[in-house]
C-alpha cells in the first residue's frame, strides 16, 4: 500500500534527531542533526553528529542552547550531506514524531538542490501508541523513564538521539512478546505542504480532503449503526495503521479528521481506560470509542445519511476543538 513499508525486511536501523530554529520546514532550518546506527540488538555500531550554521536567527536559544556564536563557523546542511546520506543509505530512520525530522531533512535537501537523505522512517511516537504502554504520556522523556534509559542533555540532538535509541530497543523487545509490527513510511508516498513544508502522506491527505457529500450525522450512538455523514478520529492508542481503511471509510461516506471538534462523531480506540491524547479528550467529551477491528467490520453496514447539494469542502470555523 502506498506510503506503507514491512520493518521486518529493512537492512537496519538508524535514530535520528534534529534540533531546529523553528518549527515550520519551509521557512526554518536545522540547527544541529544527529544519527545513531543501531543492529537488530539495539546495540549502537555508528554514530554521526554535527552542528549546522542555518545561516539565519537560531531561534528559541533558552530551548536548545544554540547560540549564533556557537554555530558561527560551522557547516552549512550542504556541506555534511553527503556523509548523512551514507550514514541513513539502505536503513529505516526512526524518530520521535519522526515527520517532524523527516521533513526538516527533506527541506533542506531541496534548499541545496539535492535529494532528500532518507528514503522510510518510523515514529516511535506511534509505534508506541500501539504498544499500549502504560505511561500517562508518550513523550520522549517519559518513555526513557518507563524504560531505564538515562537522559543525560534534553533537546541535544546526540543525545535524544542516543535516548531514544535505547527506547526503541525497549519498544522492540515489547512488540515482539505482543506480536506487534511498526508501520513503515516510504519517503515517496509522501508530499510537502506548500505553506508549511510538512510532509504529509498521500493516502490520508486524499481522504482528508475528500468532498463531504452528505450532512453531519452527529455522534455514534451506544451500539447504533454507522451513519453517512458521521466524522471518524483515530486515537494513537490503535493496533493497525489508519491508513489501512482510510479509502474503504471515505467510500463509505464517512469523513476523517485529524483531530476531536464539535463535528466528530466516534474515536477509534483499542485502549479504552488510556489517560493519554485524543483517548481520554475523547471519553471527557462523552464519544464512543469503538475498537479498530469492530469499526472494520461496522463499515460492512454503513446506514445511509442526508445527502447535501454538493460537494463541500470543509468548514474551517467548525474545525475548531470543543
Known sequence: MDGMGD???????????????????????VLSVA????????????EFATLLNPGVDPGPVHVHGLTPALLAGKP?????????????????VVA??????????????RRAGLAAPLERFLCTLDFAGRLHLSTADLKLVTLAAHFGVEQRA??????????????FAGMLRVAAAKDVRPTVRELDG?????????????????????????R??????????????????????????????AGVVVDSGLYLADRISSRTSLAVCDAPGSVRGRAAFARRKGLELVPFARFEEMLADVTPGRPVAGAQAVDSAQEALF
Open 190 to 214: 509522501m508530499l510537502p505542504d506548500p505553506e508549511t513544508g510538512f510532509l504529509v502522506s498521500r493516502v490520508w491527505a486524499d481522504a482528508l480532503a475528500a468532498p463531504r457529500l452528505w
Open 76 to 92: 552549512r546542511f550542504a556541506d555534511v550531506a553527503a556523509e548523512l546520506a551514507r550514514v541513513l543509505d539502505g536503513r529505516t
Open 7 to 29: 520493518a521486518g525486511d529493512m537492512s537496519g536501523w538508524v535514530v535520528v534527531d534534529v534540533e531546529t530554529s523553528g518549527m515550520r520546514p519551509s521557512v526554518d532550518r
Open 35 to 46: 544519527a545513531v546506527v543501531i543492529d537488530d540488538d539495539g546495540d549502537v555500531v555508528e
Open 216 to 245: 453531519p450525522a452527529g455522534r455514534l450512538k451506544r451500539g447504533g449503526p454507522l451513519v453517512q455523514g458521521m466524522e471518524v478520529v483515530f486515537t494513537q492508542d490503535v493496533d493497525r495503521d489508519p491508513e489501512e481503511i
Open 154 to 167: 534534553a533537546h541535544d540532538a546526540h543525545d535524544d538521539a542516543l535516548v531514544l535509541a535505547g527506547v
Open 96 to 109: 520521535h514524531n519522526a515527520t517532524f525530522d523527516a521533513s526538516f531533512l527533506a527541506s533542506e535537501a
